[in-house]
């Protein structure tokens, strides 16, 4: 077989970026995911705010209730204080009417007191609309981004996967089966290591010198493989 190493590291560096990009758009679902997580807790904060704050207002308004039915109380009470008879009854309904103020009273601090939470209920609320406002704008331009990378991707990928058809119809099949049996050897897919003053680039570990120099002289037709890691190995003149 005629050895073309640098069809082979073609092929190699090819199929390489071919996996990155296959990699890149497996992970777009879980860019989406999370872009889709981020705007759904923005809105459930706002959800959750608006809910305190119509608790708040819906408690209010049974103490505006209770307070007006106490005063529609004390009231009649009072109306019905020149029918009495006794000087007796005159004091009981006056300590009565008294007790009824005195609950009145109470409602109205309650209700005072409740004026603050529910401003604070709104300022609240005003802020997490404004997180999902200044976020929801980020978050549409990223999933567009995302969407965008993805159809360059998919082009892109379908390019390389014609450029390696290209590329492995020109590699000798005795010598293409050699580089699958070394690819599906390899953890990581690569079946081709340069070597570098005498490192294997695959497996980082020195050759023996011998074969080193044998690689150096590059003989056609002799392919030469890492004692230790099986890789195909190549060596590139710098000069
Ligand atoms: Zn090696």
């Known amino acids: 077989m005629k050895i073309k190493i640098q069809t082979l590291v073609e092929l190699q560096s090819t199929e390489i970026e071919i996996r990155r990009v296959e990699q890149a758009l497996a992970a777009a679902p879980e860019r989406f ?12 904060a706002v959800e959750a705010a608006e809910a305190h704050l119509a608790a708040l207002n819906k408690r209010y308004r049974e103490l505006e209730r209770e307070a007006r ?3 529609d109380r004390a009231a009649k009470r009072a109306a019905r204080l020149h029918e009495v008879k006794t000087n007796k009854e005159y004091q009981a309904t006056l300590k009565e009417i008294d007790d009824i103020k005195a609950v009145v009273l109470g409602i109205e601090d309650e209700m005072l007191a409740l004026l603050d939470t529910i401003d604070e209920a709104k300022a609240g609320l005003k802020e997490k609309e404004q997180d999902l ?10 999933a567009a981004a995302v969407e965008q990378a993805m159809e360059e991707d998919r082009k892109r990928l379908e390019a390389l996967r014609l450029r390696r058809e290209e590329i492995a119809g020109q590699v000798d099949s005795a010598l293409m089966s050699v580089y699958l049996r070394a690819q599906v050897q390899q953890r990581d897919r ?9 490192v294997c680039q695959g497996c980082h570990m020195n050759i023996p010198p011998q074969l080193y ?4 002289r590059q003989e056609q037709g002799d392919l030469k493989i890492c004692p230790l890691c099986q890789r195909i190995i ?4 710098e000069a």
């Open 33 to 44: 995911d999370a872009i889709t997580a981020e705007r759904q807790g923005l809105t459930e």
């Open 213 to 216: 120099n044998e690689l150096q």
């Open 234 to 237: 190549y060596w590139q003149n």
């Open 133 to 142: 406002a200044d976020r929801d704008q980020a978050l549409r331009e990223e």
């Open 69 to 71: 039915e106490q005063q």
């Open 190 to 198: 690569r079946a081709l290591a340069e070597v570098v003053n005498a």
